[in-house]
């Protein structure tokens, strides 16, 4: 080259240099892959410590006899899971059906070309309420749930307050979830329904729904999930009784707020981990089950 | 022809079972521009980029046959070192979401140069190089993206020079300029030649009249497995192919 | 046949009204939510004082003292503890699992990562309470009882990983091939491209993932109050190693409202209401950032 600046002005990327940043790929790359094993390890030691020191107290007995109270925590979780079964009836059968009601009105009739303003800018207000109520910590709805249905409205802590109280926590999600479930059925799917001389509720209930359906049940599993997990909700509004619960207004615990009164109150902590088990056990399930789903989904393209 | 600077043997690429390039032999000078035409999807551009190792990218690619930089195999050399050596301009102008400056200086910096004097310098020789500098001069902190098309690819074109490369390939550089940017890209691609070997893909084939000294015409049949099926001086390609299928492409009969 | 038409047109418009009752009890649900707890909040406010809640160090119900600073440096020592130790390791998970993990083992990490985010936080409770609290007694600091800022932050960095590593992957993978490209024709490493080149490209969506970390750790409730030990006192260190302030115990703003509303009365309930209204307003804060990180992505 004969440009004076560029003659012999060489890089220090000789040889060595090469080999230098090569062992500075090495050394970052071995430290990525150890952050893939501490993400490996902090599951293993959670689980295997759960698992190791509860799978022993796992038996029929366990789970067929209810809790008897006291500071050694007798008993099995019977009650629990049939509250927590309850919980998860209510929740879901109260937000489940107000939240895809609700997002299909977003989605289908407000967003239309004939839409209305007022229409349209109650979709706006909705979708910055459940933007913000999305990212609002549990333990407040717990304080709503507590004021509104255990104080004001006299259900005290009850079944019926707790559910109530997690159906309000799980609504912004049921609405986000099913407003993007219904968005991803193509346009030409309804255009084509419509063409056929079909309603707009007939094209809705035959063919958008059916081809939202995995996505919206994906979002109804998340749900049951997270009742299933959800503890601080329930210990403002649930009580906390070990009884089975006999009606809507009595109270009790579900099993992750038996776990937490197991491992703070008694001195049980072996039936705390047996009770881990089995929620860690049903997450996995869960897990299985919304992945299952979301694999048909992808596969539809 | 003079020195060569870069030569294929018998060389083929697939992408798993598929074929993509099929026996290619040639010769390419130093110090000259080489342009490369033909229909689109006849594997112009992973000609191109086997000379710098880019489809060692793709996980399912296979090579046969042996491809040399100034008589060494490309597979037995550093591919840090072939990369520096082989600059690369895209299709679509990607300048970093970086400043001007930080662009330019990104080869050096990553080459090992710390010294903030020396790569002041070389910016500077680089963007003057591109004929780039007298625009931006006063802006090299602003962010790159802040530029126009036909400056970003200028920049680009800086970025490839700043780390001293003997050769630079050139994939469709101009495609995505309109045409007074393309002209100037055009004259710069003329100055460079003084210093730099250039292969240039191209599907514009006055482009590839102005630019270069030799042309290389690729073609590929239903199996979509491209072939080289004639090269030599643009003159000549240009006002005797030797082959029909040159012949009718030139002439504008299909592609 | 024209009955037929119009009745059909009547169905639709009374599900039309149906669903249009659903939305707008969903939206009066969601908003009753906020309204009820800042009207609950209000008398504490008032009667209290903005200046003396937020700023007072003294939190005895007993004695109608309702200073809300203790709970306030809890909450953020124990989040920017869980930041420090699980922001680093969920981006460079993030990094792996983008650009360097082959398949294989994508397919193991991410499951776990899922279950990660899965499990019960009363379950990462139990663990931090089994293991760490014990664990972290070892350390020969007179005053230490294991229950602290330490245990509850690594519980919680545990927590957010899912969250980081998710949003920072999604970031990482939306960078442009081309600057992958650009970068490696430049004879840069691969290692050089993701931390010149990706990592600054991606940077503003990892922001919000940092973010949005920070807001799941400053709403975590019981898996908090399980291992921080739940003392109503400003941490301090417990000897001259300022570090051993992580020794110390705390009380998070969460496990403030939990472990007393349930007994609460009169001006004190009112407290601990507005003590959920400083929780809604920090992360606000926090979420308002992370969107406008996102914003300045597209």
Known sequence: MNDPLFVGQGFPSTRGQYRWERLKQRLAFTLLWASGAIAILALLAVVITVVLRGIGIIDLEFLFTSPRGGISGEGGIFSTIVTTLYLVILTLGIATPLGVGAAIYFVEYASDSHGKKVSAYMVQVARFGVETLAGVPSIIFGLFGYILFVSTLHFGFSLLSAGLAGACLILPVSIRTAEEALKTVPRSYREASLALGATKWQTIWKVVLPAAGPGIATGIILNVGRVISETAVFYVTLGGSYKLPSSLLSGGRTMALHLYYLAMETKAFDKAMGTGVVLIITIVVINLIVRYLSAKLAARG | MGQIKLEMVHYSLYYGNFCALRDISIQIPARQVTAIIGPSGCGKSSFLRTFNRMNDLISNARVEGRVFLDGQDIWEMDVVELRRRVGMVFQKPNPFPKSIFDNVAYGPRAHGLRDRSRLEEIVEQSLRRA????????????????????????????????????????????????????????????????????????????????????????????????????????????????DRRTEDYITGRFG | MKGKKSEAFWAGRVIEGILLLDALLAIVVIFLIGLLILIEAWPAFRKIGFVPFLLGKEWRPGKELYGLLPMIVGSILVTLGAVTLGVPIGVALATFLAEVAPPWVQKVVRPAIELLAGIPSVVYGLFGLAVLVPLVRQIPVPGNSGFGLLSASVVLAVMILPTVANISEDAIRSVAREYREGSLALGATHWQTIIGVVLPAARSGIVAAVILGIGRALGETMAMIMVIGNSVIIPKPLNSNPLTIFLSQARTLTGNIAVEISYATGLHENALFATGVVLFILIMLVNSMAHLAMRRRS
């Open chain 2, 131 to 242: 004929a780039l500098w007298d625009e931006v001069k006063d802006d090299l902190n602003k962010s790159a993206l802040t530029l126009s098309g036909g400056q970003q690819q200028r920049l680009c074109i800086a970025r490839a020079l700043a780390v001293e490369p003997e050769v630079i390939l050139m994939d469709e550089p101009a495609s995505a300029l309109d045409p007074i940017a393309t002209l100037r890209i055009e004259a710069l691609i003329r100055e460079l030649r003084e210093n730099y070997t250039i292969v240039i893909v191209t599907h514009n084939m006055q482009q590839a009249a102005r630019v270069s000294d030799y042309t290389a015409f690729f073609f590929t049949d239903e199996s979509r497995t491209g072939m080289l099926i004639e090269y030599g001086e643009t003159k000549q390609i240009f006002t005797s192919p030797r």
